[in-house]
């Protein structure tokens, strides 16, 4: 039984939403808009495991929760829910932190299956039963099945994304790889998607592995070409 809030404004989803979530095993609250949903992350009594996080809300978009949410050093795992029409929602929503979205309107099989995903956060959702479940270089120690990182900076939880971006460099290690093979990989989304997110990640894994993040010695910078792992 997991704690998952759903933030959504059109109370048929919503409701739909809590009904096929109930029947699943899940406690669900809903919060109808962005206000709510932040004062519910940040400052209520529960701690949820997942949230589903519509875009267009009143009061405060969606984007902006996810950013206020991360910003309070919150890694749950957000399903973010976006409009067909704007591609460039899913770019802002996942820059904010998002782990994974889903395309309005969405089929209900699709969205269970993506739910149950994050929850699992102990298993990787890519294939390769061969891949490191962790790893150590330097002072870091990462391990991929508790999507924990001890560093520099102590021990650090990471969000779904941060981990497969991180395991994405590793898995290449010695090899420059371009920011677009980086998106399809690790976001799904097209190589040529124009976002600065591998660059915003890149930044926040360097502050949680690299003794001087100015300095990096273990993800460098590629002039032109993207990033390289070192060990
Ligand atoms: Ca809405």
Redesign the pocket.
């Known amino acids: 039984m997991s704690n998952i809030l759903v933030v959504?404004?059109?109370s048929h989803?919503a409701e739909g939403l809590r009904f096929n979530l109930e029947a699943e095993g899940h406690e669900v609250e809903v919060a109808a808009d962005g206000r709510a949903a932040s004062d519910a992350l940040l400052g209520g009594p529960r701690r949820f495991d997942l949230v589903i996080l519509?875009?267009?809300?009143?009061a405060m978009g969606?984007v902006e929760v996810a950013r206020r949410v991360r910003a309070a050093g919150n890694f749950v795992p957000i399903l973010m829910?976006t409009a067909k029409d704007d591609p460039g929602d899913v770019v802002r929503g996942i820059e904010e932190g998002a782990d994974d979205y889903l395309t309005?309107p969405f089929v209900l099989d699709e969205l269970l299956a993506r739910v149950r995903a994050l929850l699992r956060r102990r298993r990787w959702d890519a294939p390769g039963d061969d891949a490191p479940r962790a790893i150590e270089f330097g002072a870091v120690r990462v391990d991929f099945d508790r999507f924990e990182l001890e560093g520099p900076q102590g021990k650090i939880e990471l969000t779904t994304r941060e981990a497969a971006l991180l395991r994405a460099l590793i898995e290449r290690e010695g090899r420059a790889v371009r920011r677009g093979e980086l998106l399809e990989v690790v976001w799904g989304l097209r190589p040529e998607t124009r976002t600065r997110v591998i660059d915003t990640f890149v930044a926040r894994l360097r502050r949680y592995i690299e003794r001087d993040p100015a300095r990096p010695q273990h993800i460098l910078s590629v002039r032109g070409h993207g990033y390289k792992f070192i060990r």
């Open positions: 959504e404004d059109e989803i519509d875009l267009m809300l009143p969606g829910l309005k």
